[in-house]
Structure formats: structure tokens, C-alpha cells
């Protein structure tokens, strides 16, 4: 899409300042001094981030250089050696933090844990060994598809331990997606439960893992948690339990020190042309970048109890489930199943219950609320809450002025974070002490960020203009490119403007306002956002064409009030397929096993044929459209047979 065509409506003008009493506590009071420590992030970056490395870090080899920037390809930190886990969880051995909690678990059928750091250190160092005994080696590749338990935590520390690469994949997708990306980077283990609770229902993880074994030779080891105690196969020489792994390992584990740029993980995420992309990060620098933002973002303190309703099988479980908080010796709580389960106001039961002090959320979810109904928020008190985030898509206004009136009961901050999968930790956000913010905004950069709203040559636009959304400096939580792809890399990230060959390419268009706020618009590349999940058009398309029935396909989004945007998929079939309300649902079932129900799509249209430019490419704006709006208006002079679109305004 042209930059031109980035345009904004929002025309929001209020503004909200934190009140004296959060300022007066907050660890960042004043937009002085963030200025001061802004300007300094930008214009001497090797001073900056050598200072914040070596005080946020515990390194066991000074690193000799901050950065070594061959664009696209950055190493932070050179020569320096740590263990990231050693960070999250030996660090606070021995101080006040040994015996204050680190996790703190609610399953959905409402069993309760809570784990110290003394405790979760030890269940990480058995699992290390356990691992290291089984022959994983520093830069193998291990896969964790597990529901939110402990213990899916604990597999992760465990490979950043033992040095292994861990990919978790989000319990949601099914065995097809799980056996391309196990093949992707050739793990040797997965780690695994038997299932996991949802809506009172057992999601049945072993059984999709053993399907999706069946066609991934490169695994030799399972590792299976027993949490739902529904009926597994265990294979004989492949298949372990986790206690009996547990029961015979030792208690302590001399964690070796690794390279800043040895990898941590790879998270697959969608983009806009075919399978998923391998996103790798490594240690040093995607640590140093979740647990600062972290600090910062959240105005983390000793006694908070900080609640982040994201899976760890996406990157915000990862920055700000695991890395972040725990590098902070922060209390955070885990929350296994569904937020209206028993009933709509299950967060706020916990809340109330635990005393949280920090919720992270989605606007998705926050729409959701919203539409079951204040009273079930009103049951409750929610007078723990101090501050409250935001994260995934950009937030309406209206939900923004709901979550501030009725979540955060007129005094809690909320932070509303943009960042990326790719860009490891939150990249443009208030700072919740001092920034007034805008409904729908998510403001400033943070530390280090360097954004600009661009033209398609590259060149910033004037304020208030849309275009496309870029970071012109890298930063220490970058990628470092795509797992066995580096060319896609580059092409997918930094090659969309010849003469600025070291900008960053988010995908993002966006709009700079006169204050010098960032409102994000959305994507503007093929990929959707349905809840607050990344979806490639492409890859949709992939799953339908692979159905029998299908000859052709189109998948495009439509703006929706609860999902922020839904898919609507157009179908041609071969001519032996007979249309019919049940091929539908075949076709939306057979796309939940290609992929995972949440890229099922919410509406399948059959046509004759599919709208294409004379060059025979698939016009998806001009579906778009129709999909919207019912009828297409826009220009279609590149259409190659007119008579399609009519005949698809008639067709439903
Ligand atoms: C895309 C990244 C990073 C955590 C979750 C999603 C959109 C994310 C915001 C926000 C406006 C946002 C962007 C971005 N996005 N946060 N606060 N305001 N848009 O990670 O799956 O990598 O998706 O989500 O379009 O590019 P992800």
C-alpha cells in the first residue's frame, strides 16, 4: 500500500496525567529527566547502554564492545558471557527476594500455587539436568507446547540454562503447526502436558503432539507434565513423565555462561508471504531490553503482584511473563484458562483475591468485558490495582475511557505499548509517572527507540501526515534475523527503502501528532490482526487451497467491535465441489487443523470467480471492501473483468 494512502480518523483530544500521589512513588517522576536520559539513549548509545548492561546485568565476562552494527546484522555486547537464567533466578538467592514469591498459579478449576525463587531455582536446576542428561546440548533446539502452568516456565528457564533454544508454541495451534515448526529448526525435544484446562473443557496437548511427531523424525525425547490426568499414550524409550524426570535429578546446577549473542529463542510469527517466520532472539541484549522496559513501563516495585493475561506462546509471555519480570525479582501471577470461566468476571476474582497490583492486557479482552456487563465488574473491589497496561492492537478510545473508569477506577496509569514479536521488548509507550496520555496513543518512545512515520522513499513526513512506521537505530532487543532464513530477513525488514538501507521496517503504518505522540494505525502489509493475533492472509490461503473442494482463495479482514478485526475468506470451487452451508464449515474446520482454531475464519463466501489485475494478481482490496461495506466504490481500473465484482455483490 502507498504511505499516501495511511490515513487516521481519530480526532482524540483528551488527556489524562498520572495523579500526584503515582508520580510521587513512580521510578521515572519527571519528562526532564526522561528527556535527559532519552536524548542520551539516542545520541550516545554505546555510553548509554554500556552503563544500564553493566548495572541491569550479571555478567560472568565483561563484554569489550557495546555494539558491532553491519546493517542488517547487529551483535550487542561483544565478548561479553552470561546465563540468563542465572539472571532470573540465582541473582536474587541470598538477598531479601529468596523467599518472596516468584510465581503465584491459579489453574482454571481453581487449584492454587505459589512458587518462591528459592523454589522455582530448584525445580529449574533439576530440569537442567535433566535435560543436560538426556544429551541436550548448548544450541539444540527444544520445543515447549504446554497450558500456562509453572512448570511451562520452568521449561523455559531450564533451556536458557542449559543454553538450548527454546520455540514455544501457543497452545492453540494444532498438530499440522506444530510439525512445521518442529521441523523448521529440528528440535529434539518437546516438552509437553497431557492437557490443559479451558472453558471446563481438557485441551489435548499430548495427542496433538504425537500427531505432529509423526511426521518430525528430528524429535527423540517427550517430555510430558501430567496436569489434567486425561488418558495419554506414553511411547516407550521416547515418552517421559516430568516427575520422574524430576524425581532423579539433582538439586543443584552449575549454570555455564553463554555468548551476549547465543541464542535464547525462536517464536514463530505470521507475515505477509507464506509459512511462519522463525524469529530468533539471543541473550545479553533481549534480556537487557525486557527487564529495563520492565522497570520502567510497569514502575515495577518490591511489592508488587503483576499480572499479564498473555500466553508464553507469545512474545509478550516471554518479555513480560518470564524475562522481564523475573530479571526484576518480581512476583508474577499466572493464570492457566479462559476469563469468563466459571464466570465473566474470573480477573477480577483474581484480582481481588490475590491482591494484583499490575494488569497487562489486550484491547481485545478489555472489548470483551466490556460487553458482558459492568456488573460483573462492579461485584468486585479491584482497590489493589495501581496501574494497568495495554498491548497487541492499537486501543479505541472507548474501550481506553472503559478500562480507565471502571478497571482502574479513575487513578491507575495505563500504558499503552506498542511493540513486536521482532522487537523483543515495548518500544513506544508512556512512562507511567510523568507522560499525560491520549486515549488510542501509545505516545513516546522508550530508551534507545529511534521511530519515524516515513514516505515510501523513506523520507519523514510532516507531522500529523500517515505513513509508514519505521526504527532508524538498532536496538539491543532486536531480532537478529530469521531462523535458517536470513534473506527473508533482510527482505522482510530492511529492505523497503534503497536509500535508507539500515531502517528497520515495522509493517506498521503510523501518524506523529504535534506533541510528538505516536498513534499506530495497523498493519499495512497482508497480514491481520484478529484479537490481538498476528494472521497472514497468505498462509489462511495456504490451509484453503489444500481442501479438495478449493480451487482458489482469498482471505481479507473486516473490522469487527470485539476482535478488532475478523477474517472473511472468499472461495472458488474446483467444479466438482457442490457449494453448501456444510462445505463451509468444513472449510473453517479444515483451517483450524491446518493452523489452530484462532485462524478459523468467521465468515466463508463462495464466488465464481475471484477479482484479479490484469497481471493476474488476487485484488484483496477490492474484496476488503466488500466485505466492509457490502458494495465496492473504490477504483478499479486495474480489475481485469468487471463483471466480478457484480456478480459478487449479489453472492453471499
Ligand atoms: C503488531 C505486532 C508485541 C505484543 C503483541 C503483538 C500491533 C501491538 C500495539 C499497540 C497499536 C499494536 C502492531 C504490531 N500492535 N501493540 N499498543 N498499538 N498496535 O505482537 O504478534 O508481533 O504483533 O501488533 O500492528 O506490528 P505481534
Known amino acids: 500500500m502507498d504511505s499516501q494512502n495511511i490515513t487516521s480518523v481519530s480526532q482524540e483530544k483528551r488527556t489524562f496525567s498520572p495523579s500526584a500521589a503515582f508520580k510521587r512513588q513512580a521510578n521515572l517522576q519527571t519528562l526532564s529527566k526522561y528527556q535527559r536520559l532519552y536524548s542520551e539513549s539516542i545520541n550516545t548509545p554505546d555510553k548509554f547502554w554500556a552503563k544500564q548492561a553493566n548495572e541491569q546485568l550479571v555478567w560472568r565476562k565483561p563484554f569489550r564492545q557495546v555494539l558491532q552494527w553491519k546493517p542488517p546484522h547487529a551483535k550487542w555486547f561483544v565478548g561479553g558471557k552470561l546465563n540468563v537464567s542465572e539472571n532470573c533466578l540465582d541473582h536474587h538467592l541470598g538477598t531479601a527476594r529468596e523467599n518472596k514469591a516468584a510465581l503465584i498459579f491459579e489453574g482454571e478449576p481453581g487449584d492454587v500455587r505459589t512458587i518462591t525463587y528459592r523454589q522455582l531455582h530448584f525445580h529449574v536446576c533439576r530440569m537442567a539436568h535433566f535435560m543436560e542428561n538426556l544429551g541436550i546440548k548448548a544450541g539444540d533446539r527444544v520445543a515447549i507446547y504446554m497450558p500456562m502452568i509453572p512448570e511451562a516456565v520452568i521449561a523455559m528457564l531450564a533451556c536458557a540454562r542449559v543454553g538450548a533454544v527454546h520455540t514455544v508454541i501457543f497452545g492453540g495451534f494444532s498438530a499440522e503447526a506444530i510439525k512445521d515448526r518442529i521441523n523448521d529448526c529440528h528440535a529434539k525435544l518437546v516438552i509437553t502436558a497431557d492437557g490443559g484446562w479451558r472453558r471446563g473443557k481438557i485441551i489435548e496437548l499430548k495427542a496433538n503432539v504425537d500427531k505432529a511427531i509423526a511426521g518430525a523424525p528430528c524429535v527423540h525425547s517427550v517430555m510430558v507434565v501430567k496436569r489434567c490426568g486425561n488418558p495419554v499414550t506414553m511411547v516407550e524409550g521416547r515418552d517421559v513423565w516430568w516427575k520422574e524426570a524430576w524425581e532423579g535429578a539433582p538439586n543443584c546446577h552449575d549454570a555455564k555462561a553463554f555468548d551476549s549473542e547465543h541464542p535464547l529463542f525462536i517464536l514463530y510469527t505470521s507475515g505477509s508471504t507464506g509459512k511462519p517466520k522463525g524469529v530468533l532472539h539471543t541473550s545479553a541484549g533481549y534480556l537487557l531490553g525486557a527487564k529495563l522496559s520492565s522497570h520502567y513501563v510497569f514502575d515495577l516495585k518490591e511489592n508488587d503482584r503483576y499480572f499479564c493475561s498473555a500466553d508464553i506462546g507469545w512474545i509478550t509471555g516471554h518479555s513480560y511473563v518470564v524475562y522481564g519480570l523475573l530479571s526484576n525479582g518480581s512476583t508474577v ?238 472461495v472458488t470451487l474446483k467444479s466438482t465441489a457442490v457449494a453448501s452451508e456444510e462445505l463451509k464449515e468444513a472449510l473453517r474446520a479444515h483451517v483450524g487443523k491446518e493452523i489452530g482454531s484462532l485462524a478459523k475464519p468467521d465468515q466463508v463466501r463462495f464466488a465464481a470467480s475471484l477479482p484479479k489485475t490484469r497481471s493476474g494478481k488476487i485484488m484483496r482490496r477490492l474484496l476488503k471492501e466488500l466485505a466492509t461495506n457490502g458494495e465496492v466504490k473504490g477504483d478499479t481500473t486495474t480489475l481485469d473483468d468487471l463483471s466480478v465484482i457484480a456478480t459478487l455483490q449479489t453472492e453471499e
Open 333 to 570: 501471577f499466572l493464570y492457566e484458562g479462559a476469563p469468563n470461566h466459571p464466570e465473566p468476571d474470573r480477573f477480577w476474582q483474581m484480582i481481588d483475591r490475590h491482591g494484583l497490583t499490575i494488569l497487562y492486557t489486550a484491547p481485545t479482552a478489555i472489548r470483551a468485558f466490556m460487553r458482558w456487563g459492568d456488573n460483573y465488574v462492579l461485584r468486585h473491589r479491584l482497590d489493589s490495582l495501581r496501574l494497568l497496561g495495554s498491548v497487541g492492537e492499537p486501543i479505541n478510545p472507548e474501550a481506553w475511557m472503559w478500562y480507565h473508569k471502571m478497571i482502574g477506577k479513575k487513578k491507575c496509569p495505563i500504558v499503552d505499548t506498542w511493540w513486536q514479536t521482532e522487537t523483543g521488548s515495548i518500544m513506544v509507550t508512556p512512562l507511567p509517572g510523568f507522560t499525560p496520555t491520549k486515549p488510542g496513543s501509545a505516545t513516546l518512545p522508550f530508551f534507545g527507540v529511534k521511530p519515524m512515520v516515513v514516505d515510501s522513499d523513506g523520507n519523514e513526513v510532516p507531522r500529523n501526515s500517515g505513513g509508514k512506521f519505521v526504527i532508524t537505530q538498532p536496538w539491543p532487543s532486536m531480532l537478529r534475523t530469521l531462523w535458517g532464513d536470513d534473506e527473508r530477513y533482510k527482505k522482510a525488514y530492511y529492505s523497503e527503502f534503497a536509500r535508507h538501507p539500515h531502517y528497520y521496517f515495522t509493517g506498521d503504518g503510523a501518524r506523529q501528532d504535534k506533541d510528538g505522540y505516536f498513534w499506530i494505525i495497523g498493519r499495512i502489509d497482508d497480514v491481520l490482526n484478529v484479537s490481538g493475533h498476528r494472521i497472514g492472509t497468505v498462509e489462511v490461503e495456504s490451509a484453503l487451497v489444500s481442501h479438495p473442494a478449493v480451487a482458489e482463495a482469498a482471505a481479507v479482514g473486516r473490522p469487527d467491535e470485539l476482535k478488532g478485526q475478523s477474517l472473511v475468506v472468499f
